[in-house]
């Protein structure tokens, strides 16, 4: 493990690299702030910062819900082939079971957030959050099923090589998700055509 001190050294290294004076007024501190930005944009592979996922017996408020439940938002990731952003939006829906837990709805965001701060593949990215939230759930009384479509622009395509506006859309699906096309047509409804 490398220190600080040396992962600015080694930015200024890069910044030579390319043509550039890191001396240069406007560079002085670019470093230091690229050291801070990797601190913040790669939090996945902190433990201490991965987020408690919050779970409610399901029925506690005299209702057992065994409906869809679904969640949309966006996240950031960067891809581990050419360190380049992808970024977009998710879809992510689970039918609890009735014996089973509920999750805080705000939980579902902050793990697509954290396991999206890592460098990887967008197909990696989908199963690390199902995984996540189905471990929350637990395994005596697991959900009857969950699903995840995420859908983002890729800058290592957008911005270099083939250099083409495109949007790539991966899946994971359990239970009664791949099971079931009935309940499979019923989440991919919600899911904005664009």
């Known amino acids: 493990m490398i220190t600080e001190e040396q992962a600015k050294s080694h930015i200024r290294d890069l910044l030579e690299f390319v043509g550039e004076d890191p001396d240069r007024v406007g560079l002085q501190q670019t470093p230091d702030r690229i050291v801070r930005m990797f601190k913040e944009m790669f939090r996945g592979y902190d433990p201490e910062q991965k987020p408690v996922i919050t779970t409610f017996p399901n029925g506690q408020d005299g209702i057992v819900y065994d409906n869809m439940i679904v969640d949309h938002g966006t996240f950031y990731s960067l ?4 360190c380049r952003t992808f970024f977009g939006e998710y879809w ?3 039918i609890p079971n009735n014996y089973g837990r509920i999750l805080g709805l705000s939980k579902i965001a902050r793990v697509v957030d954290y396991c999206a701060a890592r460098m990887q593949v967008q197909e990696r990215l989908v199963h690390d959050v199902v995984e996540m939230l189905a471990d929350a759930l637990g395994d005596e009384y697991p959900p009857q099923g969950m699903a995840l479509v995420m859908k983002a622009r890729h800058m290592c395509k957008e911005s270099r090589g083939a250099r083409k506006e495109g949007e790539m859309v991966s899946t994971c699906l359990t239970g009664i998700f791949r099971r079931d096309p009935r309940t499979r047509d019923e989440f991919l409804s919600y899911i ?3």
């Open 79 to 82: 891809c581990e082939h050419h």
């Open 92 to 94: 992510f829906a689970y």
């Open 192 to 194: 904005s055509k664009d």
